[in-house]
């Protein structure tokens, strides 16, 4: 996937820290390109909402609204109660305004929370509340590692369920499966519990997704986490980062800064460098 890695000098600035903590989403960034990480959590810069952001967000709290429901009350007409009262209350928020109008991404998520009934019958599901986006923080190889579970069901077969929106992930299933794989670790090492099967949920595609948890997985991305860890470290001690060019280059958020992108950029971390990204509409997370 990768094309080359270029290693970039940047301009780190001299109290810069790694995240305290690492979640699945920042290990998968990093995976995907080190600079992009830099640019994230060190410079501190937001990558820009998107409708695909905005689609999630609102389908998962609607989800999770019908799932703290008392079961004879998740019905299809409750969700789409839930739908119109969460809706738009975040699509006034400023990160999801610019959505307002689009009538593509509204009908994307009403697709998605009927789709939910066609894949499950959401009176048969027996949750806990606190198994709903349930936080997990433990210490995996030495990393301290937070999660946050969309569902954990005990019903014979102890059971971590992730709900995406969008495409189907076709022959990218495997990849999408890590994440379930690495919560199902935690779950064990924080609350001494054997996940005995990862879920994933495409809602808009219609299709479920589980296989059985496999510890050779589990151990794997233990380690991947760890690896993830050292490197930062390692990077961040000699304030340079592998740029990893690629596909998803086409997609980034920080391309115009990216030297391994554009010959001319100026050093990440400069004032040059971060000029760049506020023209191109980027804003920090104090800003
Ligand atoms: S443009 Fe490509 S190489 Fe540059 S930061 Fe983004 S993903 Fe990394």
Redesign the pocket.
Known sequence: MTDKV?RIDVDQRPNASLPRRVSYSQMALYQ??G??FY?SYLGGWREPPSAALACGSITHEVIEHLYRAPIEERTMDRAIELLREHGPRMLKSSDYKPYENDNAMKAQIRDAVENLFTLENPQEVVVQPEHLEMELTVDINGVNFFGKVDRFTQDGVNRVTDYKTGKSPGRFIDDKLAQPYLYALAFKLQHDIDVHEVELIFLNAKEVVRRPTDQGIMISMGEKLAVMRSGSEHDIAESAWD????R??DY?A??EA?P??NVLAAKPGTPESDEVLRQAGLTTRNS
Not at 243 to 246: L, M, P, R, S
Request: with cysteine.
């Open positions: 270029l995907q390109c600079l992009k640019f740029a990893k060019v690629q998803l280059c980034c920080f391309q990216c391994a992108r």
